[in-house]
């Protein structure tokens, strides 16, 4: 594949290249659950909710927020039009837009993670922002805005380091960058004791 962006940085080089065999974000331990409903696509979590089962989107919160015992619940919507788009706010197309379901997280997977007995206001607006970010990486995922860095010596061509399943293209070149920092600096420290 293609490097997307390159960077020279002294005699090394940075390439970003497209992850074509990312992880599903949704597969890891995530503290939210995604509950999506969609007749073409597999989307979130696996879950028990049956859509059928309710009278529209303000009967299923309300179910979810009783059974999960909620401290955060946020609707998702879904923009389909070449390509995808998932987002925690709606989108302003009609036709190819709406929500498919909510991502959720409940009271006491709030109080364990964050250690606290209560779930407060200042805490239910962090934890709605951690949600909102989810959302955001999954967007990357299935928007195919997943990408790996490559660091070559361009003396002689040798493979520096690489990193694969960075979301977005600009956060990759900054850890890719980090990384030739980091590797930078352990060089001087060699040079230093005398080692180089």
């Not at 659950?33 to 597999?42: A, K, L, P, Q, S």
């Not at 879904?78 to 987002?87: A, C, E, F, P």
């Not at 380091?161 to 600096?185: A, F, P, Q, R």
Request: charged residues 30%; glycine residues 8%; proline residues 3%.
């Amino acid at each position: 594949m293609e490097a997307t962006e390159t960077k020279q940085i002294g005699k090394y080089k940075i390439e970003i290249i497209p992850d074509n065999d990312p992880q599903n974000p949704r597969e890891d331990d995530n503290l939210g659950t995604m509950v999506c409903f969609h007749n073409r696509y597999t989307l979130g979590d696996k879950h028990d909710y049956n859509s059928d089962n309710y009278r529209g989107w303000d009967e299923m919160k309300d179910a979810i927020s009783e059974t999960e015992n909620v401290g955060v619940i946020l609707p998702l919507y879904l923009y389909d039009h070449s390509g995808i788009t998932i987002s925690t706010t709606p989108f302003s197309c009609q036709w190819d837009s709406g929500q498919i379901g909510f991502i959720f997280i409940s009271k006491e997977k709030i109080k364990e993670e964050y250690s606290t007995t209560r779930v407060h206001k200042k805490l239910v607006k962090q934890v709605t922002e951690y949600l909102e970010n989810k959302v955001k990486e999954y967007d990357q995922y299935l928007r195919g805005e997943v990408y790996g860095f490559r660091i070559t010596d361009t003396t002689n061509g040798e493979e520096i380091d690489s990193c694969w399943g960075v979301y977005g293209e600009e956060c990759c070149m900054t850890v890719g960058e980090s990384s030739l920092m980091n590797h930078i600096k352990y060089l001087e420290g060699l040079e230093v004791e005398g080692v180089m």
